[in-house]
Protein backbone atom coordinates (compact mmCIF):
# COMPACT_ATOMS: atom_id res chain seq x y z
CA UNK A 1 0.00 0.00 0.00
CA UNK A 2 1.34 3.32 -1.04
CA UNK A 3 2.62 5.38 1.83
CA UNK A 4 0.14 8.53 0.23
CA UNK A 5 -2.49 6.35 1.50
CA UNK A 6 -3.08 6.17 4.91
CA UNK A 7 -6.13 3.96 4.68
CA UNK A 8 -8.07 3.38 7.87
CA UNK A 9 -9.83 0.49 8.53
CA UNK A 10 -13.15 -0.07 10.51
CA UNK A 11 -14.18 3.67 11.06
CA UNK A 12 -16.52 5.30 12.78
CA UNK A 13 -19.01 7.23 10.34
CA UNK A 14 -21.03 8.69 12.85
CA UNK A 15 -18.93 11.96 13.12
CA UNK A 16 -19.16 12.82 9.79
CA UNK A 17 -23.03 12.08 8.71
CA UNK A 18 -25.20 14.84 10.12
CA UNK A 19 -28.17 12.95 11.42
CA UNK A 20 -25.66 11.50 13.69
CA UNK A 21 -26.26 7.43 13.15
CA UNK A 22 -23.98 4.48 13.40
CA UNK A 23 -21.64 2.58 10.91
CA UNK A 24 -18.65 1.89 10.09
CA UNK A 25 -16.39 1.97 7.31
CA UNK A 26 -14.42 -1.19 6.42
CA UNK A 27 -11.85 1.24 4.64
CA UNK A 28 -11.58 4.98 4.92
CA UNK A 29 -9.51 7.40 2.92
CA UNK A 30 -8.97 11.34 3.94
CA UNK A 31 -8.47 12.35 0.58
CA UNK A 32 -6.91 15.99 1.41
CA UNK A 33 -4.81 16.13 -2.24
CA UNK A 34 -6.16 15.38 -5.37
CA UNK A 35 -2.99 13.65 -5.74
CA UNK A 36 -3.79 10.82 -3.60
CA UNK A 37 -6.64 9.75 -5.92
CA UNK A 38 -3.88 8.99 -8.19
CA UNK A 39 -2.04 6.74 -5.96
CA UNK A 40 -5.61 4.77 -5.80
CA UNK A 41 -5.40 3.70 -9.49
CA UNK A 42 -2.13 2.19 -9.04
CA UNK A 43 -2.31 0.85 -5.30
CA UNK A 44 -2.92 -3.09 -6.04
CA UNK A 45 -4.59 -3.43 -3.04
CA UNK A 46 -7.15 -0.99 -3.51
CA UNK A 47 -7.70 -0.32 -6.92
CA UNK A 48 -10.27 -2.67 -7.71
CA UNK A 49 -12.33 -1.79 -4.59
CA UNK A 50 -15.48 -0.49 -4.73
CA UNK A 51 -15.94 3.31 -3.76
CA UNK A 52 -18.60 5.73 -1.80
CA UNK A 53 -17.29 9.39 -2.05
CA UNK A 54 -18.02 11.41 0.88
CA UNK A 55 -18.50 15.10 1.45
CA UNK A 56 -19.72 16.52 4.34
CA UNK A 57 -22.34 13.91 5.10
CA UNK A 58 -25.85 15.69 5.16
CA UNK A 59 -27.03 14.51 2.36
CA UNK A 60 -26.48 10.85 3.09
CA UNK A 61 -28.92 8.53 4.96
CA UNK A 62 -26.29 5.33 6.40
CA UNK A 63 -28.33 2.28 6.96
CA UNK A 64 -26.02 -0.32 7.71
CA UNK A 65 -21.75 -0.43 7.44
CA UNK A 66 -20.02 0.97 4.12
CA UNK A 67 -17.99 -2.39 2.42
CA UNK A 68 -16.72 -0.05 -0.07
CA UNK A 69 -14.04 2.33 -0.13
CA UNK A 70 -15.22 5.60 1.92
CA UNK A 71 -13.06 8.47 -0.24
CA UNK A 72 -13.72 11.68 2.36
CA UNK A 73 -13.29 14.49 0.32
CA UNK A 74 -11.14 17.29 2.55
CA UNK A 75 -9.19 19.18 0.04
CA UNK A 76 -8.89 22.40 1.37
CA UNK A 77 -8.28 25.94 -0.43
CA UNK A 78 -10.23 29.15 -1.33
CA UNK A 79 -9.13 32.09 -3.47
CA UNK A 80 -10.43 35.04 -5.83
CA UNK A 81 -8.79 33.58 -9.71
CA UNK A 82 -9.88 36.62 -11.76
CA UNK A 83 -13.02 38.55 -13.30
CA UNK A 84 -14.95 37.36 -16.87
CA UNK A 85 -18.13 39.36 -17.97
CA UNK A 86 -18.52 41.48 -15.05
CA UNK A 87 -18.34 38.29 -12.12
CA UNK A 88 -15.37 37.49 -10.14
CA UNK A 89 -14.46 34.16 -9.90
CA UNK A 90 -13.91 32.59 -6.77
CA UNK A 91 -12.76 28.88 -6.45
CA UNK A 92 -13.16 26.45 -3.17
CA UNK A 93 -11.49 23.35 -2.88
CA UNK A 94 -14.41 20.46 -2.09
CA UNK A 95 -13.59 19.75 1.48
CA UNK A 96 -14.35 23.39 2.66
CA UNK A 97 -17.09 23.66 4.64
CA UNK A 98 -20.24 25.39 2.67
CA UNK A 99 -21.03 28.27 5.08
CA UNK A 100 -17.47 28.52 5.62
CA UNK A 101 -16.91 29.92 2.18
CA UNK A 102 -19.94 31.59 2.16
CA UNK A 103 -18.97 33.28 4.93
CA UNK A 104 -15.50 34.29 3.21
CA UNK A 105 -17.17 35.51 0.33
CA UNK A 106 -18.97 38.06 2.13
CA UNK A 107 -15.33 39.28 3.87
CA UNK A 108 -14.29 39.78 0.30
CA UNK A 109 -16.73 42.26 0.07
CA UNK A 110 -18.69 39.82 -2.82
CA UNK A 111 -22.27 39.16 -2.97
CA UNK A 112 -23.89 36.30 -4.59
CA UNK A 113 -23.92 33.39 -2.59
CA UNK A 114 -25.46 35.10 0.41
CA UNK A 115 -29.09 33.05 -0.11
CA UNK A 116 -27.51 29.95 0.06
CA UNK A 117 -26.19 30.68 4.07
CA UNK A 118 -25.89 28.01 6.82
CA UNK A 119 -26.86 24.95 4.58
CA UNK A 120 -24.83 22.18 6.14
CA UNK A 121 -21.85 20.39 3.78
CA UNK A 122 -18.97 21.04 1.80
CA UNK A 123 -18.35 23.27 -1.41
CA UNK A 124 -17.86 20.07 -3.46
CA UNK A 125 -20.98 18.59 -2.38
CA UNK A 126 -23.06 21.72 -3.63
CA UNK A 127 -22.99 20.85 -7.01
CA UNK A 128 -23.52 17.35 -7.27
CA UNK A 129 -27.04 18.24 -5.57
CA UNK A 130 -27.48 21.67 -7.06
CA UNK A 131 -28.23 22.81 -3.56
CA UNK A 132 -30.48 25.87 -3.30
CA UNK A 133 -32.88 28.02 -0.66
CA UNK A 134 -34.88 31.74 -0.34
CA UNK A 135 -34.57 31.79 -4.52
CA UNK A 136 -31.02 30.66 -5.65
CA UNK A 137 -29.71 27.83 -7.32
CA UNK A 138 -25.89 27.15 -7.36
CA UNK A 139 -26.68 26.67 -10.97
CA UNK A 140 -27.28 30.29 -11.20
CA UNK A 141 -23.93 31.58 -9.68
CA UNK A 142 -21.70 28.60 -11.13
CA UNK A 143 -18.80 29.16 -13.62
CA UNK A 144 -16.82 26.00 -13.42
CA UNK A 145 -15.72 22.42 -11.57
CA UNK A 146 -12.63 20.43 -11.99
CA UNK A 147 -13.64 16.98 -11.71
CA UNK A 148 -11.09 13.46 -11.29
CA UNK A 149 -12.75 10.24 -13.49
CA UNK A 150 -11.98 7.48 -10.97
CA UNK A 151 -11.67 5.22 -13.93
CA UNK A 152 -9.18 6.61 -15.70
CA UNK A 153 -7.81 9.77 -13.53
CA UNK A 154 -8.59 11.96 -16.05
CA UNK A 155 -8.89 15.58 -15.11
CA UNK A 156 -11.90 17.18 -16.16
CA UNK A 157 -13.14 21.20 -16.51
CA UNK A 158 -16.59 21.16 -16.09
CA UNK A 159 -19.19 23.98 -16.84
CA UNK A 160 -22.62 24.63 -16.42
CA UNK A 161 -23.62 22.75 -19.44
CA UNK A 162 -21.62 19.71 -18.68
CA UNK A 163 -23.02 19.15 -15.36
CA UNK A 164 -26.95 18.83 -16.33
CA UNK A 165 -28.20 20.97 -13.26
CA UNK A 166 -31.61 20.17 -12.63
CA UNK A 167 -33.60 20.52 -9.44
CA UNK A 168 -31.70 19.21 -6.75
CA UNK A 169 -29.60 17.48 -9.69
CA UNK A 170 -26.92 17.42 -11.75
CA UNK A 171 -24.96 14.60 -13.83
CA UNK A 172 -23.46 13.23 -11.03
CA UNK A 173 -26.31 11.42 -9.63
CA UNK A 174 -26.48 9.76 -12.82
CA UNK A 175 -24.83 6.83 -14.41
CA UNK A 176 -22.21 8.46 -16.79
CA UNK A 177 -21.32 10.69 -13.83
CA UNK A 178 -20.84 8.16 -10.98
CA UNK A 179 -17.29 7.97 -11.37
CA UNK A 180 -16.57 11.60 -11.52
CA UNK A 181 -15.42 12.62 -7.93
CA UNK A 182 -15.37 17.09 -7.94
CA UNK A 183 -11.77 18.52 -6.41
CA UNK A 184 -12.61 22.25 -6.78
CA UNK A 185 -15.51 24.73 -7.54
CA UNK A 186 -15.27 27.96 -8.90
CA UNK A 187 -18.18 30.83 -8.45
CA UNK A 188 -18.91 33.89 -10.73
CA UNK A 189 -20.40 36.40 -7.97
CA UNK A 190 -21.29 39.75 -9.79
CA UNK A 191 -19.94 42.60 -9.36
CA UNK A 192 -23.33 45.18 -9.90
CA UNK A 193 -24.42 42.91 -7.46
CA UNK A 194 -28.06 43.22 -6.34
CA UNK A 195 -30.13 41.47 -3.96
CA UNK A 196 -31.92 38.14 -4.45
CA UNK A 197 -35.61 38.98 -2.59
CA UNK A 198 -37.56 36.88 -5.07
CA UNK A 199 -38.39 34.61 -1.92
CA UNK A 200 -41.22 36.23 -0.07
CA UNK A 201 -40.36 35.14 3.79
CA UNK A 202 -36.99 36.55 3.40
CA UNK A 203 -37.75 40.17 1.86
CA UNK A 204 -40.80 40.54 4.38
CA UNK A 205 -37.80 39.28 7.01
CA UNK A 206 -35.56 42.72 5.50
CA UNK A 207 -38.72 44.78 5.22
CA UNK A 208 -39.61 44.18 8.84
CA UNK A 209 -36.41 45.29 10.18
CA UNK A 210 -36.80 48.68 8.11
CA UNK A 211 -33.85 47.51 5.46
CA UNK A 212 -34.75 48.83 1.90
CA UNK A 213 -31.57 48.38 0.27
CA UNK A 214 -29.85 45.33 2.43
CA UNK A 215 -26.02 44.22 1.52
CA UNK A 216 -24.99 41.16 0.71
CA UNK A 217 -24.35 40.67 4.74
CA UNK A 218 -27.32 41.69 5.93
CA UNK A 219 -29.28 39.25 3.32
CA UNK A 220 -27.08 36.25 4.87
CA UNK A 221 -27.98 37.34 8.46
CA UNK A 222 -31.16 37.33 7.47
CA UNK A 223 -31.46 33.81 6.23
CA UNK A 224 -29.34 32.76 9.09
CA UNK A 225 -31.67 33.97 11.08
CA UNK A 226 -34.59 32.17 9.07
CA UNK A 227 -32.75 29.36 8.87
CA UNK A 228 -32.48 28.60 12.67
CA UNK A 229 -35.64 29.47 13.42
CA UNK A 230 -37.42 26.61 11.19
CA UNK A 231 -34.64 24.08 10.85
CA UNK A 232 -32.84 21.72 13.85
CA UNK A 233 -28.81 22.81 14.07
CA UNK A 234 -27.53 19.04 12.81
CA UNK A 235 -25.29 19.77 15.97
CA UNK A 236 -27.90 19.50 18.78
CA UNK A 237 -30.49 17.70 16.54
CA UNK A 238 -29.26 14.76 13.74
CA UNK A 239 -30.80 15.64 10.74
CA UNK A 240 -30.04 16.04 6.95
CA UNK A 241 -31.86 19.52 5.77
CA UNK A 242 -34.98 18.99 4.14
CA UNK A 243 -35.41 15.22 3.77
CA UNK A 244 -37.58 15.09 0.59
CA UNK A 245 -38.12 16.97 -2.33
CA UNK A 246 -40.76 19.36 -3.29
CA UNK A 247 -42.80 16.91 -5.93
CA UNK A 248 -43.28 18.81 -9.40
CA UNK A 249 -46.82 17.84 -10.81
CA UNK A 250 -48.61 18.97 -14.13
CA UNK A 251 -50.74 21.84 -14.29
CA UNK A 252 -54.04 19.61 -14.41
CA UNK A 253 -52.59 17.16 -11.69
CA UNK A 254 -52.26 20.22 -9.36
CA UNK A 255 -55.70 22.00 -10.79
CA UNK A 256 -57.47 18.21 -9.32
CA UNK A 257 -55.64 18.40 -6.15
CA UNK A 258 -56.75 22.25 -5.84
CA UNK A 259 -60.24 21.10 -6.16
CA UNK A 260 -60.17 18.94 -4.01
CA UNK A 261 -57.76 20.24 -1.24
CA UNK A 262 -57.95 24.19 -1.79
CA UNK A 263 -55.49 25.16 0.55
CA UNK A 264 -52.96 23.21 -1.03
CA UNK A 265 -49.43 25.22 -1.20
CA UNK A 266 -47.99 25.24 -4.88
CA UNK A 267 -46.06 27.24 -6.97
CA UNK A 268 -46.06 27.86 -10.76
CA UNK A 269 -42.75 26.79 -12.66
CA UNK A 270 -41.72 27.98 -16.00
CA UNK A 271 -42.64 25.05 -18.16
CA UNK A 272 -46.31 24.96 -16.80
CA UNK A 273 -45.67 22.48 -13.88
CA UNK A 274 -46.65 23.27 -10.70
CA UNK A 275 -44.03 22.56 -7.64
CA UNK A 276 -45.89 21.38 -4.63
CA UNK A 277 -44.82 22.16 -0.80
CA UNK A 278 -43.67 18.66 0.51
CA UNK A 279 -43.97 19.72 3.61
CA UNK A 280 -47.36 20.39 3.70
CA UNK A 281 -48.47 17.30 2.26
CA UNK A 282 -46.53 15.45 5.29
CA UNK A 283 -48.23 17.52 7.78
CA UNK A 284 -51.78 17.46 6.42
CA UNK A 285 -51.36 13.76 6.71
CA UNK A 286 -50.22 14.48 10.53
CA UNK A 287 -46.40 13.34 10.32
CA UNK A 288 -45.61 16.79 12.16
CA UNK A 289 -44.06 16.30 15.64
CA UNK A 290 -44.84 12.56 15.33
CA UNK A 291 -41.87 9.99 16.25
CA UNK A 292 -41.47 6.04 15.47
CA UNK A 293 -38.57 4.71 17.53
CA UNK A 294 -35.66 7.21 18.15
CA UNK A 295 -36.67 8.97 15.13
CA UNK A 296 -39.07 11.69 14.24
CA UNK A 297 -40.72 14.61 12.10
CA UNK A 298 -39.64 18.02 13.60
CA UNK A 299 -41.96 19.60 15.00
CA UNK A 300 -41.53 23.10 13.49
CA UNK A 301 -40.92 21.69 9.84
CA UNK A 302 -42.39 18.97 8.59
CA UNK A 303 -40.03 18.17 5.54
CA UNK A 304 -37.22 17.25 8.22
CA UNK A 305 -36.95 14.21 9.78
CA UNK A 306 -34.62 14.13 12.96
CA UNK A 307 -32.47 11.65 15.00
CA UNK A 308 -34.12 12.17 18.40
CA UNK A 309 -31.27 10.21 19.97
CA UNK A 310 -30.03 6.76 19.45
CA UNK A 311 -31.60 6.63 16.15
CA UNK A 312 -30.78 3.73 13.69
CA UNK A 313 -30.39 4.28 10.05
CA UNK A 314 -33.16 1.43 9.61
CA UNK A 315 -35.69 3.70 11.76
CA UNK A 316 -35.23 6.97 10.14
CA UNK A 317 -35.99 4.62 6.75
CA UNK A 318 -38.74 3.37 8.20
CA UNK A 319 -40.35 6.65 9.10
CA UNK A 320 -39.55 7.91 5.77
CA UNK A 321 -41.11 4.60 3.82
CA UNK A 322 -44.33 5.34 5.85
CA UNK A 323 -44.80 9.25 5.48
CA UNK A 324 -44.44 8.41 1.65
CA UNK A 325 -46.90 5.65 1.80
CA UNK A 326 -49.26 8.18 3.56
CA UNK A 327 -49.01 11.02 0.76
CA UNK A 328 -49.21 8.92 -1.65
CA UNK A 329 -52.45 7.68 -0.74
CA UNK A 330 -54.05 10.71 0.58
CA UNK A 331 -52.97 12.88 -2.34
CA UNK A 332 -51.42 10.72 -5.09
CA UNK A 333 -48.74 12.15 -4.86
CA UNK A 334 -45.07 10.38 -4.60
CA UNK A 335 -41.90 12.17 -2.81
CA UNK A 336 -38.67 11.59 -3.50
CA UNK A 337 -36.06 11.62 -0.97
CA UNK A 338 -33.49 14.13 -1.00
CA UNK A 339 -30.40 12.00 0.49
CA UNK A 340 -28.43 9.14 -0.72
CA UNK A 341 -29.26 6.18 1.01
CA UNK A 342 -26.45 3.66 1.83
Known sequence: MSPELPVEHDVSLQPFNTFGLP???????????????????TDAALAGLPRFVLGGGSNVLLTRNVAALVLHMAIPGREIVGEEGGAVLVRAGAGEHWHGFVEY??????????????????????PIQNIGAYGLE???????????????????TMG???CRFGYRDSVFKH???ANLVVLDVTFALPRAWQPNLRYAELAHALQDSGMQAPTPRQVSDAVVAIRRRKLPDPAEIGNAGSFFKNPVVTAGQCAALLARFPALVHHAQADGSEKLAAGWLIDQCGWKGKNMGAAGVYPKQALVLVNNGGASGAEVLALAQAIQADVLEKFGVALEPEPVFI
Not at 27 to 40: G, S
Not at 113 to 126: C, D, H, K, Q, Y
Not at 138 to 156: M, N, P, Q
Open 23 to 41: ALARRYLRVTDPAQLDCLR
Open 105 to 126: TLAQGLGGLENLSLIPGTVGAA
Open 138 to 156: IKDVFHSLTACDLATGERR
Open 160 to 162: AAD
Open 175 to 177: ADG
